[in-house]
């Protein structure tokens, strides 16, 4: 139980197109899903946090016109980065919090991941 | 300001060998911490969660100790093998639905 899968798994786009990450809880609900991104050789950075049905809080730093977060429904959130750019070469990774278990322990169930490369 | 510290930076060890992993942390309060493997170009695996009044548990050759008083954990992987070859990554939360502080991560690499 508790999958979180994404997709897709890697990405390869021009510069200045739109790519949608998508991240689905598999097998339970999620009212929260967190999107990360990750450089080579470091932690995963929060970038933002999506509640279903609400908008998405946007750590300091982060674009909210530049990476478009839609939390739609329980099982389903999208990140959007608009008119990318290399800079934007990134892995991003997804998270879920199970809302069967929410209060407890406050457990995140991570996504496979998603490379994105900008050329 | 919270942080979890993790070391070393990054370590290599025979295959068959144990190694142990440290993170340090200044997150307060404090509910829970777990430990991650992540494999190269994959999402977080969740090994271990450590809550407060518990010192140590295992899982299979994972074994993670926690010392609430000097804010300090630790993963020792016994008999280690090729596949353990991951980041560990060491997660702090403070509880409720407040942001959990992610560690800086160790890059294990088992050689044969």
């Known amino acids: 139980g508790a999958v979180v899968s994404q997709h897709p798994s890697w990405v390869i786009c021009k510069s200045g197109t739109s790519v949608k990450i998508e991240c689905r809880s598999l097998?339970?609900?999620?009212?929260?899903m967190f999107w990360y991104r990750q450089f080579p050789k470091q932690s995963l950075m929060l970038m933002a946090t999506?509640?279903?049905?609400?908008?998405?809080?946007?750590e300091q730093g982060v674009e909210k016109d530049k990476f478009l977060i839609n939390h739609a429904s329980l099982t389903l959130s999208t990140l959007t980065v608009t008119s990318a750019h290399p800079e934007d070469s990134s892995f991003y990774i997804c998270?879920?919090?199970?809302?069967?278990?929410?209060?407890?322990?406050?457990?995140?169930?991570f996504g496979p991941g998603t490379r994105l490369t900008v050329l | 300001k919270n942080q979890v510290e993790q070391s070393p930076q990054s370590l290599i060890i025979l295959e068959g060998k144990n190694c142990t992993l440290q993170?340090?942390?200044?997150?307060?309060?404090?509910?829970?911490l777990r430990w991650y493997k992540q494999d190269t170009g994959r999402g977080p695996v969740s090994l271990t969660i450590?809550?407060?009044?518990?010192n140590t548990k295992s899982n299979g050759r994972y074994t993670a100790t926690l010392d609430a008083d000097t804010k300090q954990s630790s993963l020792h992987i016994t008999a280690s093998q090729l596949s353990d070859s991951a980041s560990y990554i060491c997660?702090?939360?403070?509880?409720?639905?407040?942001?959990?502080?992610f560690g800086t991560g160790t890059k294990l690499q088992v050689i044969p």
């Open positions: 997660v702090v939360n403070p509880g409720g639905y407040q942001k959990v502080t």
């Open positions: 993170c340090n942390y200044t997150v307060s309060p404090f509910s829970n």
């Open positions: 998270s879920a919090r199970d809302l069967g278990l929410a209060g407890i322990h406050n457990e995140q169930f």
């Open positions: 450590m809550t407060f009044s518990e």
């Open positions: 999506s509640n279903e049905g609400s908008k998405a809080t946007y």
């Open positions: 097998d339970f609900q999620a009212t929260t």
